[in-house]
C-alpha cells in the first residue's frame, strides 16, 4: 500500500483556512509611509528570524535548541546576557563557526556585546529590541520575528511550521494579550522601579521607589506572555518608528516591573493599524502550578501527551536535557543527537547512522509532516469567526 504524501493531506482541510485568511486580511494590511505594499497569505514560504537567549551556563542548550529550530531560510542571533563569562560567549561563537551549514548559509550570529538582563526589570525587554533591531539590520527579508530562551523546545519541525504559516497574512501578530490585570495592577504596573542595570556595569538588584503611579489614561493597558512572534512590520514600527507613541510608551515602561510582559501587548493594542492584527495565542504550550506563580513550571513527560495535543508550535519550560526532550527529538522531530531536524533541504542518505543534512537541497522545498495538522487545527481554532475578533484587544 502506498504511503500518503502528508502536504497532499492538509490540503483539503486547508481550504477553510484559506478562505478565513483571505477575508481577514483585507481589511488587516498595515500601511505605512515608507512602505505601502500589503502582505500576502499566497506564494513562497516565510523566513523567521529567531532571537534565542540565555544566561551563563546555557550555551549547550541554545546550541542544543538552534539544531531542532535550524532552517536556511530562516535568521538565527544568539544572545548569552553579561552574566555568562566572556569565555562562554567566546565558545558559543566558536561553536557556531565550526557547522558548516551555519556558515555556508550565513544566517547564525551571535552577540558579542552582551546585555545585562533582569527579567524583573526593563532590561528584559531592552534586550529584545536589541535583538530584534539588529536582525532588522543583517536580515533583510524576514516576516516574522520569534524569541526563544534556553529553556524552550520546539513540538514541531521548522518544515511544519513554514508550511503552516506560508497560509497566514504576514503581518499578524501571535501575542496573548489581555486587558483583565488583576493583581498586577498593585504589584507591576503602579509601583515605580528601577532596574540599575540600566546605568550600572555590575550586577545589582531591582527596587523601587516611595511613590506609586495612577494607572494610563491616554492608553489602555495590555498585558500577556513574554514569548511572541511579531511581524516585521511591528518591530520596524517600535523600533524604526514613524510614529512617536512606540517611544512614548518604551518610557512609561522603563519603570515597570517585568515590562517585557506589557510593551508590545499594549503597543498592538493601542495602536490603530495593528489593533486588528492580534491573533491572542503564541502558539506556546506552558503549564501551571496551582496557584501560579510569576513563572510557568517545569514541564515532564507527564506533560508529552497534551503537548502533542495542543498544537502548539514550541514549549517552555524544559530543565536541561531533561529526558523527555529525547522523546521529542525521536517522535516529533525525527533527529538525533548532534543532528538538525531533517526537512525537506536535507536530501542526503538516511539510514544506517548517515545524517541526510549533510547533502543540502533547495530551502524553499518543505516537507511537512502529519503533525503539521495540529497546528493547522489550533490557527483554525485562534483564527475562526468565533473566537479571532471577540478576542482581539478586548478591553474589560
Not at 230 to 236: A, G, I, M, N
Amino acid at each position: 500500500m502506498q504511503t500518503p504524501n502528508p502536504s497532499l493531506l492538509l490540503g483539503t482541510s486547508l481550504c477553510s483556512l484559506l478562505f478565513l485568511l483571505r477575508a481577514f486580511h483585507s481589511s488587516t494590511s498595515v500601511r505605512s509611509p515608507a512602505a505601502v505594499h500589503s502582505s500576502s497569505p499566497f506564494g513562497p514560504p516565510p523566513r523567521l528570524a529567531y532571537f534565542v537567549t540565555g544566561s551563563a551556563g546555557d550555551a549547550s542548550r541554545m546550541l542544543r535548541l538552534l539544531r531542532t529550530i535550524y532552517h536556511p531560510r530562516n535568521q538565527y542571533l544568539l544572545h548569552l546576557d553579561l552574566a555568562a563569562p566572556a569565555a562562554q560567549r567566546r565558545d558559543l561563537a566558536l561553536a557556531v563557526r565550526s557547522v558548516d551549514a551555519y556558515v555556508a548559509f550565513r544566517n547564525v550570529n551571535v552577540v558579542e556585546r552582551a546585555d545585562r538582563v533582569d527579567r524583573d526589570g526593563s532590561t528584559a525587554l531592552a534586550s529584545m529590541l536589541h535583538g530584534a533591531a539588529v536582525l532588522l539590520r543583517y536580515g533583510a527579508n524576514w516576516d516574522w520575528f520569534v524569541n526563544l530562551d534556553a529553556s524552550s523546545y520546539p513540538l514541531i519541525t521548522q518544515d511544519d511550521l513554514l508550511h503552516m504559516l506560508s497560509f497566514v497574512p504576514r503581518d499578524f501578530n501571535f501575542i496573548e494579550h489581555s486587558s483583565d490585570i488583576g493583581w498586577k495592577e498593585y504589584q507591576r504596573i503602579r509601583p515605580i522601579i528601577m532596574d540599575p542595570s540600566l546605568y550600572l556595569a555590575s550586577e545589582s538588584e531591582i527596587f523601587y521607589t516611595s511613590e506609586k503611579r495612577d494607572m494610563p489614561s491616554a492608553y489602555r493597558f495590555f498585558t500577556g506572555s513574554s514569548s511572541v512572534i511579531l511581524s516585521r512590520k511591528l518591530l520596524e514600527f517600535s523600533i524604526l518608528g514613524w510614529d512617536n507613541f512606540p517611544r512614548t510608551l518604551l518610557l512609561y515602561f522603563s519603570n515597570m516591573k517585568s515590562s517585557q510582559n506589557g510593551y508590545f501587548h499594549t503597543l498592538v493594542c493601542n495602536s490603530k493599524p495593528f489593533r486588528r492584527t492580534a491573533v491572542n495565542s503564541n502558539l506556546r504550550f506552558v503549564a501551571w502550578d496551582n496557584p501560579p506563580g510569576d513563572e510557568p513550571r517545569y514541564l515532564n513527560f507527564g506533560d508529552l501527551s497534551r503537548m502533542m495535543r495542543s498544537g502548539a508550535a514550541f514549549a517552555r519550560k524544559f530543565r536541561e536535557d531533561d529526558p523527555v526532550l529525547d522523546k521529542i527529538d525521536k517522535k516529533i522531530l525525527h533527529r538525533y543527537h548532534d543532528r538538525f531536524a531533517p526537512g525537506g533541504w536535507c536530501i542526503g542518505r538516511d539510514g544506517r547512522g548517515r545524517d541526510p543534512c549533510q547533502v543540502w537541497g533547495d530551502p524553499d522545498i518543505l516537507r511537512p509532516g502529519l503533525l503539521a495538522k495540529r497546528l493547522e487545527k489550533l490557527l483554525l481554532t485562534v483564527l475562526s469567526n468565533s473566537s479571532f475578533h471577540s478576542n482581539q484587544c478586548v478591553y474589560k
